[in-house]
């Protein structure tokens, strides 16, 4: 796979695909941690006298023009962490767009408007998806795949796109790439894996997969209720999967089977509503009462986790423990992540809203060996998958 260090690109127009994502309250983003892990490739293009159009989706508007979801504040963002003026194109491939791509100065920026208001982005009729590539390749000389996040969507801008015009990896994506195989290929053991999150179907698999390759994991979040109920055990109002129980039996069995050791919590932290204020108590995890919900990992099993972490030299972590948004629920979080930084072990933090936590409880990101964009992205690697935007890099 090249590397932007491949291309001549001084005076020339290249189109970055960027993964920029990024959660917005009331207009305002709440976590600008994709816009600057895009920054590097964005900075290394412009010392080098390259014409910028970045383009990235937004959201899910599902190819129709909705304000909400509109990347003007990312724009503005991006502008404010690279101290340079950055055009926003109010459309994606229309007047707008190539007006700002036709005026961009060397070492100019320019960012397009949401990829997804454009229904061709998404489309699954290749001749629909391939005219809206067509208008978007125009725009530009050279492609640049940098957001790993979306590699794994066969979409206009990930793998159509780089079929028409000189096509290399940006540095975020190299990196991802570079992290990944060394949690898939001559992995430094013991290897641990952390899950959490909500669902135990996001992870089926990646569990599948892992349980060949891991040496232990370790569940906590949403998802443990349906392995705790597969044991037998009450879990109240908990989050639950019934349609998965029979799955999550059959891995526990294979676990033991392969000798890939499985943690799950031995307390909870149950509370009478999903509330920060609801009554909350710690209790042992095969005693959760029938009038309550789970919403965290108790103390014990922090502990606990941690010290199943302590001897590995390679974690990967992806999810959070609990409701960490809710400071009651988020010492589960808050202890897996401590005992990622406190083994020493080649640590990678996988997920958004693992990042996320990360950021929010205030760790210092560089305690962890990396922390990957690439949420659903990462995982379908994981899972041995090929990726329809890599393969497009590659090719």
Known sequence: MRTIDDLDVAGRRVLVRADLNVPLKDGAITDDGRIRASL?????????????????????????????????????????????????????????????????????????????????????????RGAFADRLAALAEIYVGDGFGAVHRRHASVYDVPRRLPHAAGGLIAAEVEVLRKLTEDVARPYAVALGGSKVSDKLGVIDNLLGKADRILIGGGMVFTFLKAQGHEVGKSL???????????????????????????????????????????????????????????????????????????????????????EPYSHGTRAVAQGLIDSGAFTVVGGGDSAAAVRQLGFDEAAFSHISTGGGASLEYLEGKTLPGLQALED
């Not at 999550?248 to 000798?259: F, I, K, N, P, S």
């Not at 609801?278 to 009038?291: E, L, R, T």
């Open 40 to 128: 590097p490739t964005i900075e290394a293009l412009r010392a080098r006298g390259a014409k910028v159009i970045v383009c990235a989706h937004l959201g899910r508007p599902k190819g129709e023009v909705k304000p909400e979801f509109s990347l003007a504040p990312v724009a503005a963002r991006l502008g404010e962490l690279l101290g340079a003026d950055v055009a926003f194109a109010s459309d994606v491939v229309g007047d707008s767009a190539r007006a700002a791509a036709e005026n961009l100065a060397d070492g100019g920026v320019a960012l397009l408007e949401n990829l997804r208001f454009e229904p061709g982005e998404t489309s699954k009729d290749d001749a629909e």
């Open 240 to 326: 639950l999967e019934e349609d998965q129980l029979d799955t999550v039996r059959a891995y526990l069995r294979r676990a033991e089977e392969a000798g890939v050791e499985f943690v799950l919590p031995v307390d909870i932290v149950a509370a009478t509503a999903f509330a920060a204020d609801a009554d909350h108590a710690v209790v042992a995890a095969d005693a959760i009462p029938a009038d309550r919900l789970g919403l965290d990992i108790g103390p014990e099993s922090g502990k606990l986790f941690a010290a199943r972490l302590a001897d590995a030299r390679t974690v990967f972590w992806n999810g959070p423990m609990g409701v960490f948004e809710m």
